[in-house]
């Protein structure tokens, strides 16, 4: 990072730090319980001397982190509350333009212009705040945008064929489903005017940056680039990938980064640690050093496209998603990677449990056709090579499965539960 943008981060920092003694009721209780001096703070190295935010705090002291009334607020969202309940997040008219600041320079981060239309393949209610971030930074870069949601294969190409989008934004493991809807019916998706996706909610990549077996799987069957993006609603930005693909940019206008190891400290050059960030703009409900539970490979050095922000690899896994089974640590997305190689897979459910000796166990529900000692045998073998252990495998109909994958009640289709 250069020290023009650490200077510019330092003052977006100080005047967080009075606001926030100010306004938040939150903040100003840990000031004063662990004796904080403001004043004491002058730039982003000094941070260490307040303590982190955890998702405890946010969830258990909800409302102490709003620092304006509810009546100065616009909009009414939730966090994806993957493993909790879901916890409330408040945004006045200042967050919500600062949102849409955020992703119009997403986007062009990811080689986008006003030239641009985009397709929405993601929820933009259900109190979601990045489906309104895309409408609004599409808008704000004065690209185009057609809104059809989320699954509707056959909306889908009908919207692209009636209006011919240039990028779609999707959950990756859409895609596949959506290209095979075009081959079931004969739809020309190759000669299609779509010439990227924007990757939301899961990686692409390995953390070398080479595809996954899902990005492998995309463009290994349409010739279409893939730009990744990771955010969250705590943190009110993205990390969007340039047209090089080594990981997220940082947007230093509007977080603070941190990457951090078990003990607290900042990790070095392409080492894997938890992202923790400090929202700067903020007005509704901003963040000191929230540990996000995410584990990310950390870039300090400058991107070949010219860029010198930081930059994330893939999430290899969330903290609180850490599975120990049978000796061994996995990651969701390494069993979500497994099971994406296989073509006969276009399906699945991960269900983590406990055993009676409160040890982890993994089952995987596929649909019931796939059932035959052969398929059985090849995955039973592909896990044992890829991840050193074989999870169970329970098979059951197509349709009860979509039922627990596609719950209404649901933003994102549920690739993984714990029970
Ligand atoms: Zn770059």
Known sequence: MTNEISALQS?????????????????????????IDIETIKTVEDLTKIPFTTKD????????????????????????????????????????????????????????????????????????MAGLAYWMGARKMGAGMIRVGPGAPFLQWESIQRFSPTVLIAIPSFIPRLIDYALENNIDFKSSSVQSILCIGEPIRNPDFTFNELGKRITSQWDVKLYSTYASTEMGAAFTECTEGKGGHLNPDLLILEVVDE???????????????????????PLLRYKTGDLCNVYYEPCACGRMSTRLGPVVGRK????????????????????????????????VSKNEF??????????????????????????????RVTPLLSFITAQELNHRIFKQEK????????I
Do not use: W
């Open 320 to 351: 609180q998603q850490m599975i120990k089974f049978k000796g061994t640590t996995i990651f969701p997305p390494a069993l979500f990677d497994v099971l994406d190689m296989v073509p006969e897979i276009d399906l699945y459910q991960v269900v």
């Open 57 to 128: 705090d946010l969830a258990l002291y909800n409302d102490d982190f709003l620092c304006v009334s509810k009546s100065e607020i616009s909009d009414f969202v939730t966090t994806s509350g993957t493993l909790s309940d879901p916890v409330a997040f408040y945004l006045t008219d200042k967050d919500v333009e600062r949102l849409a600041n955020n992703e119009a320079e997403a986007f062009k981060c990811a080689n986008g212009s006003k030239n641009d239309i985009y397709q929405l393949m993601t929820t933009i209610d259900r109190r979601f």
């Open 11 to 35: 003052e977006k920092l100080t005047a967080l730090l009075h606001y926030l003694k100010t306004s938040s009721s939150y903040y100003q209780r840990i000031f004063l319980e662990k004796g």
């Open 411 to 418: 933003r994102k289709p549920e690739k993984l539960i714990y």
């Open 263 to 285: 003990e607290g400290n900042i990790v070095g050059e392409s080492e894997m640690g938890e992202v923790v960030v400090t929202t700067l703009g903020v007005e509704g409900m």
């Open 358 to 387: 409160g040890n982890d166990e993994i089952s995987i529900l596929l649909p019931m056709n796939l059932e035959t000692p052969i398929f059985k045998e090849k995955l039973h073998s592909l896990f044992k090579s890829r991840l």
